[in-house]
C-alpha cells in the first residue's frame, strides 16, 4: 500500500508542475476552500477535473488519492489508507479525492472523513450515481462543481487568438482539453475516447450483456444529435428487446455526461414526460471523429455548441432548460426557464441570408413569445449581428462568439 501511495504523489507533484489553463468558473478557489463542505468537482472523462482542483489546491500541504488506479482498488483497506497518508503527507489539511465513484461505497467512507473533519475535494464522472449518493448520504454537505470541455472562449485564451479566428475550428472539434494545441489528434482522440466511455464507463460499470447493441444506441444518437428521440422509437428503429431497455440504455449513456436529453416544455408535466426529448452530446468533437454521417449538418453543430454553453452557463436539462413546440407545431430550441416565468427564447441558425430562413425562425419565436408570455428573443448565428422587429417585439441577432 506504501508503494502505491507514493507513486500516487509522484503522479501528483508531476501534474503539479505542468503548465494549465485556469478555467472560467463562478467560483472563487480561496473561498471553496475556507469552506468546510465537499467540493464535488463533476463532469465527463477527461475534461479537466483534476486539474481544475489540483490548482485549486497548489501551493497547499494536501493529500492525493487517485481511484482510477487498479492497485488502489484492488489493495483496500480504508484503516491502511488513512496511515499511509498521515505518513507520506504529514499534518495535511486538504484530502484531494478523484474519480471516487470507482470505490464500492465511496459515499459512506466521504462521508465518515467529512464527519472527522477532513477537508475534502472529490471528482467524479457519473452523473447519476453522484448526485443520488450525494443527495441521499451527504445532503446539504457539499457544493457542486460541473466542468465541461473547454469553452471557445478558453479555447481562444489558451492560443492567445481572437475568438473569431478560431470559431469554424470550435464548431467542428470542439474543446477536450487534450486536442486544444493538437488539433491533429482529434478525430483519433477522440473516437477512442468515445469508446472507452461507452465500453468502461457504460458496460462494464452496469454489466451490460449485449454490449453491441448499447454502442449501436450511442452511435445512433451521436449520428442524430439535435433531433427527437423516443424510446418506443428507438425500439423499433434498431430492433432492440424492448422499451424498458431501451430507456435504460438511454439513461446509462447519460450517467458518464456523454449525452443529454432535453424535455419539451409545456405546462402540464404529463405531456412533458410523454414527448420526445431533444438529444445532444457533450462536445462537437465527438460527432467529427464517431459519428456515422453522409453529410455535414453546420446548423445542428451550431445548436449543440449552444446547447453545451447553456449548461455551462448554469443551466439544467431538469429545471431551466427546454424546447418548445407552439401550438402550430413551430420550434424553438431553446426555452430558458427561471422559476416559474419564461426568462428567454432562443433560435439556433448558421446564417439568416435566407430570406425564408429568416422568416421561418422570426415567426417561431414570435409565435412562441405570445404564447409563453416572453418578451427576451435571440437568434444566434455563426456571424451576423443585428436586430430585427416583428409584431411589436425586437429579436436580437447575435453571432455564437458573442453569445
Known amino acids: 500500500m506504501r508503494a502505491v501511495i507514493l507513486n500516487q504523489r509522484k503522479e501528483r507533484d508531476e501534474l ?21 463542505l465537499i467540493k464535488l468537482v463533476s463532469g465527463p472523462r477527461r475534461v479537466g477535473k483534476s486539474t481544475y482542483a489540483l490548482l485549486m489546491l497548489k501551493g497547499k500541504n494536501f493529500a492525493y488519492l487517485n481511484f482510477d488506479d487498479d492497485q488502489l482498488l484492488a489493495m ?13 503527507y504529514p499534518n495535511y489539511e486538504y484530502m ?17 472523513l467529512y464527519r ?4 475534502l475535494i472529490v471528482t467524479g464522472s457519473n452523473a447519476k ?23 471557445m472562449q478558453e479555447v481562444a485564451e489558451w492560443n492567445n487568438t481572437d475568438i473569431r479566428s478560431i470559431a469554424d475550428d470550435y464548431l467542428h472539434n470542439g474543446g477536450y482539453p487534450e ?26 460499470r452496469h454489466k451490460v450483456r449485449n454490449s453491441t447493441d448499447l454502442n449501436t444506441l450511442a452511435v445512433y444518437l451521436l449520428t442524430n444529435f439535435c433531433n427527437p428521440v423516443s424510446a418506443n422509437d428507438l425500439k423499433t428503429e434498431l430492433g432492440f428487446s ?47 471523429s464517431r459519428a456515422f454521417n453522409i453529410s455535414e449538418n453546420i446548423g445542428r453543430l451550431l445548436e449543440n455548441q449552444v446547447f453545451t454553453e447553456l449548461l455551462r452557463r448554469g443551466y439544467d436539462t431538469d429545471r431551466t432548460l427546454f424546447y418548445y413546440r407552439s401550438r402550430n407545431d413551430k420550434e424553438i ?34 409565435e412562441a413569445a405570445g404564447e409563453l408570455h416572453c418578451s427576451d428573443l435571440l437568434i444566434v448565428t455563426a456571424n451576423e449581428e443585428r436586430d430585427i422587429e416583428k409584431n411589436g417585439y425586437i429579436i436580437k441577432v447575435t453571432p455564437i462568439y458573442k453569445m
Open 76 to 88: 483496500w483497506d480504508e484503516e491502511a489508507v488513512m496511515q499511509m497518508l498521515d505518513e507520506v
Open 116 to 119: 472527522r473533519g477532513k477537508n
Open 242 to 288: 424492448s422499451v424498458t431497455t431501451t430507456k435504460k440504455f438511454m439513461d446509462y449513456l447519460h450517467e458518464p455526461f456523454l449525452f443529454f436529453f432535453l424535455m419539451r416544455y409545456d405546462n402540464k408535466m404529463k405531456i412533458m414526460k410523454k414527448a420526445a426529448q431533444k438529444v445532444y452530446v457533450v462536445d462537437n468533437g465527438f460527432v467529427t
Open 129 to 151: 450515481m453522484l448526485s443520488s449518493e450525494m443527495a441521499t448520504v451527504l445532503t446539504g454537505r457539499y457544493i457542486q462543481i460541473d466542468m465541461m470541455p473547454f469553452s
Open 179 to 204: 486536442t486544444v494545441q493538437a488539433r491533429s489528434i482529434v478525430r483519433n482522440y477522440l473516437f477512442t475516447l468515445f469508446d472507452n466511455i461507452v465500453w468502461k464507463d457504460v458496460c462494464k
Open 333 to 366: 430550441d431553446f426555452v430558458i426557464r427561471d422559476d416559474f416565468r419564461i426568462k428567454q427564447l432562443i433560435q439556433v441558425s448558421y446564417t439568416l441570408t435566407n430570406a425564408k430562413t429568416e422568416k421561418r425562425e422570426v415567426d417561431a419565436l414570435v
Open 96 to 112: 484531494l479525492l478523484d474519480e471516487v465513484q470507482n470505490l464500492n461505497d465511496w459515499d459512506l467512507w466521504i462521508s465518515k
Open 16 to 36: 503539479l508542475e505542468r503548465r494549465y489553463l485556469e478555467r472560467n468558473t463562478k467560483f472563487n478557489s480561496d473561498e471553496l476552500l475556507a469552506n468546510n
